[in-house]
């Protein structure tokens, strides 16, 4: 029994006469606000289609045909949101010898809302990461890293609000620990917070701020053999996140996993493997008094 | 009696309402309303064309580096479980690269699956090739190990992905049983060096971050790419076979 159904059964059983004016309240306002979530990770650089050679891959992605795709989404539906989940650099020549500049400029032309940082992104070191910022009108949202050891504490910012219709959607990122994946000159003596308390900082955080939907921009990777933290364990321990969306571990679902933990918390994880073959789709349904959320989730290959 | 059982029943009720209205936002998603509607979208996706054009000069820049052509493989180079034809390629021309650079012995090239990031086809390869299977700005570096560290390191990647050349290791489940470098057994009262990249350098197992190591002030994509032209300037192609270099039982 999730939550809901968990009070509306009690109220039954000992709302007595104020049932009678509770009904109704929860019956109308059935205008629906629909919002579509799209995302991609793990990017890499691929602002080509892989090129044609037996691969796996082959012929699939490319940018352009994402922006059209993105495009005709946004002609269908009034209310879209555009994330990406961090490695936006790194795997092709573009990143080699341009830094990073044409993937920001094309996703900042796509729309793109908020983005988190991804350990790639730091393959230039921070400086390099900064240079490129100017080329993205969107910012890069990251909680659980500490700039206070250099001089980025104000380049970055732990979440964003977004408004559509009224709704408030509330948009935090979280970045993967840096042991053996970002050496020190790269991350300068950034610091590494746990995932699972700052989560918990900014779900109370959000939730303080009215958002009716919160989200995790990740790249901390769906899931492990062992013990360590991932999306799939962060759904369990921290309550409060309605969807994650994914990264790092360049994993293909199908649809979004609903993962429900042990104080019946129910989170959405989604991620679409990588190099832009595929953009995530999530729709969601709000009923006009936001007592209810219904949602669909899809990803779309580009070939 | 009746009087405090209805007081509590409404305290509860006004309770419960509370509880709605501030409870109503956290409401969970129900499973069971999600389809799953994964659809493919094909060729008939048309290319953006505002953003083909601002692609375009960066493209057409890259194009002129990336597609010189700078050698040939007889065969595919492919990653597969345990050894391949890729991490052999590799690990042997980091040796040997390591060894025309550096004044010191060298006995091992080494490089991680991981780094491997695509596989070269069979015929032409060309700069684009290279930079596909190594992206990184990885350079060439040199560790030396004592004996017993050698073997810790072996020991630690039995049955992982790592490709050695100039080695020959096999084990049986957990165990080393056979250790040959250069075809003599591992003598662990002798120093080795390895040929590895800076990033392996510091990355597994821990303790090899500890040891010291000398740059050889060259990337590991151009020490490729030089090893195909050396290839092509001399009539030679590449054509690397398996030899139950590691072999885990």
Redesign the interface.
């Known amino acids: 029994m999730n939550r809901r159904d968990f009070m509306q059964n009690t109220i039954l059983t000992a709302g007595g006469l104020l049932i009678s004016s509770q009904i109704p309240l929860l019956a109308s306002n059935k205008k629906e606000i629909k919002l579509t979530i799209l995302h991609t990770n793990d990017t890499h650089s691929r602002i080509d289609p892989f090129p044609n050679d037996g691969r796996k891959t082959s012929g699939l992605g490319g940018m352009s045909r994402r922006a059209t795709l993105i495009k005709k989404i946004r002609k269908e539906e009034k209310n879209v949101l555009l994330f990406d989940s961090g490695d936006i650099f790194q795997g092709t020549p573009y990143f080699n010898y341009f830094g990073g500049e044409l993937e920001y400029k094309l996703m900042s032309q796509m729309g793109y809302d908020a983005s988190t940082l991804g350990n790639h992104d730091f393959d230039n070191g921070l400086n390099g990461l900064r240079k490129m910022l100017p080329n993205a009108n969107f910012p890069m949202l990251i909680s659980n890293y500490d700039f206070k050891n250099n001089d980025f504490k104000n380049t970055f910012q732990p979440y964003k609000i977004f408004e559509k219709e009224g709704l408030k959607i509330g948009v935090f990122g979280i970045g993967i620990e840096f042991e053996g994946l970002v050496p020190e000159n790269l991350h300068e003596k950034t610091l590494y917070i746990d995932p699972v308390e700052k989560s918990k900082e900014m779900v109370k955080e959000l939730t303080t701020k009215k958002c009716d939907l919160i989200i995790c921009l990740s790249h901390l990777g769906y899931k492990y053999e062992e013990n360590k933290i991932s999306d799939t364990l962060l759904a369990q321990k921290v309550s409060g996140i309605d969807i994650i969306l994914g990264a790092h571990t360049h994993t293909f679902l199908d649809k979004p996993v609903v993962i429900k933990n042990n104080e019946g918390f129910q989170t959405m994880v989604a991620q679409v493997g990588w190099a832009g073959i595929k953009l995530g789709r999530i729709d969601l349904t709000f009923s006009k008094d936001k007592s209810e959320k219904r949602y669909e989730g899809m990803s779309i290959e580009i070939s | 009696m009746n009087y405090y059982i209805?007081l509590i029943?409404?305290s509860?009720?006004?309770l419960?309402?509370i509880?709605?209205f501030l409870?109503?936002?956290?409401?969970?998603?129900?499973?069971n309303?999600?389809?799953?509607?994964?659809?493919?979208?094909?060729?008939t996706?048309?290319?953006?064309?505002?953003?083909?054009a601002?692609?375009m000069p960066?493209?057409k820049?890259?194009d002129a580096?990336?597609n010189r052509k700078i050698g040939f493989t007889k065969v595919a180079l492919t990653k597969t479980e345990g050894e391949s034809l890729l991490g052999n390629f590799v690990s042997d021309a980091i040796l040997e690269k390591a060894r025309t650079i550096s004044t010191q012995k060298v006995d091992i090239g080494a490089v991680n699956n991981g780094g491997l990031?695509?596989?070269l086809?069979q015929g032409s390869i060309t700069v684009?090739h290279i930079?596909?299977l190594m992206?990184?700005?990885n350079e060439l570096v040199l560790v030396d190990l004592t004996g017993k560290q050698m073997k810790q390191y072996f020991e630690y990647h039995i049955g992982k992905k790592l490709h050695l050349s100039n080695t020959k290791v096999r084990a049986k489940g957990k165990i080393l049983v056979e250790a040959l470098i250069g075809g003599i057994p591992l003598d662990t009262m002798k120093t080795y060096t390895i040929a590895m990249s800076d990033?392996m350098a510091?990355?597994?197992p821990p303790f090899i971050k500890t040891l010291q190591t000398k740059k050889l002030n060259i990337k590991f994509r151009d020490l490729l790419i030089y090893y195909f032209e050396e290839k092509t300037a001399k009539k030679d192609t590449v054509n690397p076979i398996i030899s139950g270099r590691l072999v885990f039982e």
Request: charged share 25%; proline share 7%; glycine share 4%.
């Open positions: 209805n029943k409404n509860i009720s006004v419960f309402l509880f709605i409870g109503c936002k956290n409401t969970v998603f129900k499973p309303t999600y389809a799953n509607k994964s659809s493919k979208i094909d060729s996706i048309v290319a953006d064309s505002a953003f083909e601002q692609i960066f493209r820049k890259l580096i990336m990031r695509s596989p086809p684009g930079f596909e992206p990184f700005e990033y510091t990355s597994e």
